[in-house]
């Protein structure tokens, strides 16, 4: 499903991530690694948000080559996600229905799941953190992207939406949509059957 | 404690007003000799009307810089600070006395020249009055800032906005300067609109053909740079998440174009506006023209320069440009090639 080909990725700090070759098949894959470690640099290269040299595919198409082809596939939840703060969840979900034209209903559908209430009226700016990291995951839900890179989506979330975040994740991969998923919680690793368990230290793919 | 509180109160003041200092540094230190500035300090010493204009100056600045301190203490970053409560006035004025005459940085500078001038004419009570007004402004925002550290007050959030409900992305950037940088629209569009007004009527004095009113829009597009750099921050920083999203070319590059059309209003309608007198409407739809070109340009260059960390690009580029005017290149295709850079800018996946 997704190649990872001669990747690599430096910053000015001296910080880097080099990954040879990965090639990860359909399903759930769980990304490990310390603070710093370089999972969140790996997951935005792959979203498509931070540029990288080498290549990426998945089924075939290239983010280099293809990329608007490669971003309809790919969804993204960042761990500690930053909007516009004068703008409310719900004029993030237009605009990004704009684009990816998800179905009519699933925006309250999702929003029902990941326990949404009225606030998605409000500015960002009124967030806690949970409410800011449930916006992302809506986002990340919404369409049917092929494949759905969570960065510690349980972080931050109460335990009642933990829970039906776990159902949707499931859900959603026994209709063919397909994880990266990351955590530091001590549990995670249990709450799956992960096709692959990858680990990332100073930079390099164990 | 002092390298701290420079950092934390000083300079995120120079940085959110940087848009100000440039153009006050542009005007004082670029269009005006020492010589202008020494007689300008003798007119504001001589006549009373120009000294009071010039206290009201201090005073707005003072107001400024002291609530934009206010709203740093509000800010849940800065909550650690709040344990300056626990000091005293004397204490407090201690520590922060250096975070104040580093913040009032300009108008000390000033004072200093308007004292140079003022002893020698004599000027005892212009020179005492604003020593006096210095001191009296030094007491009262320190012991403002002071309370303002005692008294506990609720995080400062935007309210949901009564209007515009559901804010299109064209207005997305325009909101974004509004709730953080609301003087540097204001005084750039002020300073632009001014610089264009001046050289429409150096330009009806006589004397001039029309690569005047080009040179005079290469100069005002020049003065928005602080806008487009603002904006790159913004693409940069809070709507980065969206390059996840699958945009293509045509769709990113036309909202952008209306997002520029829209900045740029307030010039197009004064280009129109005093450019209806032209004797050759073509040179008024050329200048027009231009004017919808350069700003798209400044941006695909402050995006390069802020990529590649070339600042002198930004110098080249404007002597670049006066040259292409004063040698009456055409400004339509220099219009078609700066919207061209921009495109080329917006043409990566990466850019947003």
């Given at each position: 499903?997704?190649?990872?080909?001669?990747?690599?990725?430096?910053?000015?700090?001296?910080?880097?991530?080099?990954?040879d070759?990965l090639?990860?098949?359909?399903?759930?894959?769980?990304?490990?690694?310390?603070n710093?470690?370089?999972?969140?640099?790996?997951l935005?290269?792959?979203?498509?948000?931070?540029?990288?040299?080498?290549?990426?595919?998945?089924?075939?198409?290239?983010?280099?080559?293809?990329?608007?082809?490669?971003?309809?596939?790919?969804?993204f939840?960042?761990a500690?996600?930053?909007?516009?703060?004068?703008?409310?969840?719900?004029?993030?979900?237009?605009?990004?229905?704009?684009?990816?034209?998800?179905?009519?209903?699933?925006?309250?559908e999702?929003?029902?799941?990941?326990?949404?209430?009225?606030?998605?009226?409000?500015?960002?700016?009124?967030?806690?953190?949970?409410m800011?990291?449930?916006?992302?995951?809506?986002?990340?839900?919404?369409?049917?992207?092929?494949?759905?890179?969570?960065?510690?989506?349980?972080?931050?979330?109460?335990?009642?939406?933990?829970?039906?975040?776990?159902?949707?994740?499931?859900?959603?991969?026994?209709?063919?949509?397909?994880f990266?998923?990351?955590?530091?919680?001590?549990?995670?690793?249990?709450?799956?059957?992960?096709?692959t368990?990858?680990?990332i230290?100073?930079?390099?793919?164990? | 404690?002092?390298?701290?509180?420079?950092?934390?109160?000083?300079y995120?003041?120079?940085k959110?007003?940087l848009?100000?200092?440039?153009?006050?540094?542009?005007?004082?230190?670029v269009?005006?000799?020492?010589?202008?500035?020494?007689?300008?300090?003798?007119?504001?010493?001589q006549?009373?009307?120009?000294?009071?204009?010039?206290?009201f100056?201090?005073?707005?600045?003072?107001?400024?810089?002291?609530?934009?301190?206010k709203?740093?203490?509000?800010d849940?970053?800065?909550?650690?600070?709040?344990?300056?409560s626990?000091?005293?006035?004397?204490?407090?004025?201690?520590?922060?006395?250096?975070?104040w005459l580093?913040?009032?940085?300009?108008?000390?500078?000033?004072?200093?020249?308007?004292?140079?001038?003022?002893?020698?004419?004599?000027?005892?009570?212009?020179?005492?009055?604003?020593?006096?007004?210095?001191?009296?402004?030094?007491?009262?925002?320190?012991?403002?800032?002071?309370?303002?550290f005692?008294?506990?007050?609720?995080?400062?959030?935007?309210?949901?906005n009564?209007?515009f409900?559901?804010k299109?992305?064209?207005?997305?950037?325009?909101f974004?300067?509004?709730e953080n940088?609301?003087?540097?629209?204001?005084?750039?569009?002020?300073?632009?609109?001014?610089?264009?007004?001046?050289?429409?009527?150096?330009?009806?004095?006589?004397?001039?053909?029309?690569?005047?009113?080009?040179?005079g829009?290469?100069?005002?597009?020049?003065?928005q740079?602080?806008?487009?750099l603002?904006?790159?921050?913004?693409?940069?920083?809070?709507?980065?998440?969206?390059?996840?999203?699958?945009?293509?070319?045509?769709?990113?590059?036309?909202?952008?174009?209306?997002?520029?059309?829209?900045?740029?209003?307030?010039?197009?309608?004064?280009?129109?506006?005093?450019?209806?007198g032209?004797?050759?409407?073509?040179?008024?739809?050329?200048?027009?023209?231009?004017?919808?070109?350069l700003?798209?340009g400044?941006?695909?260059?402050?995006?390069?320069?802020q990529?590649?960390?070339?600042?002198?690009?930004v110098?080249?580029?404007?002597?670049?440009?006066?040259?292409?005017?004063?040698?009456?290149?055409?400004?339509a295709?220099?219009?078609?090639?700066?919207?061209?850079?921009a495109?080329?800018?917006?043409?990566?996946?990466?850019k947003?």
């Amino acid at each position: 499903m997704l190649n990872l080909h001669n990747f690599h990725k430096s910053y000015s700090t001296g910080f880097s991530i080099s990954v040879d070759h990965l090639n990860l098949d359909s399903g759930i894959h769980l990304i490990k690694g310390a603070n710093g470690s370089g999972k969140s640099t790996l997951l935005k290269a792959i979203a498509g948000i931070h540029d990288f040299e080498g290549d990426i595919d998945l089924f075939g198409i290239s983010i280099k080559k293809e990329p608007v082809t490669f971003r309809k596939m790919v969804n993204f939840s960042e761990a500690e996600p930053v909007f516009p703060e004068f703008l409310s969840l719900d004029e993030l979900i237009r605009f990004t229905s704009q684009i990816i034209q998800p179905d009519h209903h699933q925006v309250q559908e999702l929003k029902e799941k990941l326990g949404i209430a009225e606030y998605s009226k409000n500015p960002i700016s009124t967030y806690s953190s949970g409410m800011l990291k449930k916006s992302a995951l809506l986002l990340a839900f919404l369409g049917s992207p092929k494949l759905i890179i969570l960065d510690e989506p349980f972080t931050t979330i109460d335990l009642a939406t933990q829970g039906r975040l776990k159902v949707l994740i499931q859900s959603k991969l026994n209709q063919g949509t397909s994880f990266i998923l990351t955590s530091h919680l001590a549990d995670f690793e249990d709450l799956f059957e992960y096709n692959t368990t990858l680990e990332i230290k100073n930079g390099v793919l164990l | 404690m002092k390298e701290i509180l420079i950092k934390s109160f000083v300079y995120p003041f120079y940085k959110a007003y940087l848009g100000f200092f440039i153009l006050v540094t542009v005007v004082l230190g670029v269009f005006m000799e020492i010589k202008q500035h020494l007689m300008l300090a003798e007119k504001i010493l001589q006549n009373d009307k120009w000294f009071l204009a010039l206290l009201f100056t201090f005073l707005t600045y003072q107001v400024f810089q002291t609530f934009y301190i206010k709203r740093l203490i509000h800010d849940p970053r800065y909550r650690s600070f709040q344990k300056l409560s626990f000091l005293g006035f004397g204490d407090f004025i201690r520590f922060f006395t250096p975070v104040w005459l580093a913040n009032q940085g300009l108008i000390l500078l000033y004072t200093l020249l308007l004292c140079y001038v003022g002893i020698p004419l004599q000027a005892w009570w212009q020179v005492s009055t604003l020593l006096l007004f210095l001191t009296i402004s030094f007491g009262i925002s320190l012991y403002f800032n002071f309370l303002n550290f005692r008294e506990f007050h609720p995080e400062i959030r935007l309210s949901k906005n009564r209007i515009f409900t559901n804010k299109p992305y064209l207005l997305w950037f325009i909101f974004h300067l509004k709730e953080n940088r609301p003087l540097l629209l204001l005084l750039i569009k002020a300073l632009s609109l001014f610089l264009l007004s001046g050289f429409f009527y150096s330009y009806y004095s006589g004397g001039y053909d029309y690569r005047w009113l080009a040179f005079g829009l290469l100069v005002a597009s020049f003065a928005q740079y602080p806008i487009w750099l603002e904006r790159w921050e913004f693409g940069e920083g809070k709507l980065y998440y969206f390059r996840n999203l699958p945009m293509n070319f045509g769709y990113k590059f036309g909202r952008e174009f209306l997002v520029f059309l829209i900045l740029m209003l307030p010039e197009l309608t004064l280009i129109l506006y005093q450019g209806s007198g032209m004797d050759h409407k073509r040179e008024l739809g050329y200048l027009l023209v231009f004017w919808i070109g350069l700003n798209p340009g400044i941006f695909a260059l402050c995006n390069w320069v802020q990529i590649h960390q070339k600042f002198s690009a930004v110098y080249l580029s404007f002597f670049l440009g006066f040259l292409a005017i004063i040698f009456g290149f055409n400004l339509a295709i220099l219009s078609v090639l700066m919207i061209s850079a921009a495109g080329f800018t917006f043409h990566s996946p990466y850019k947003i």
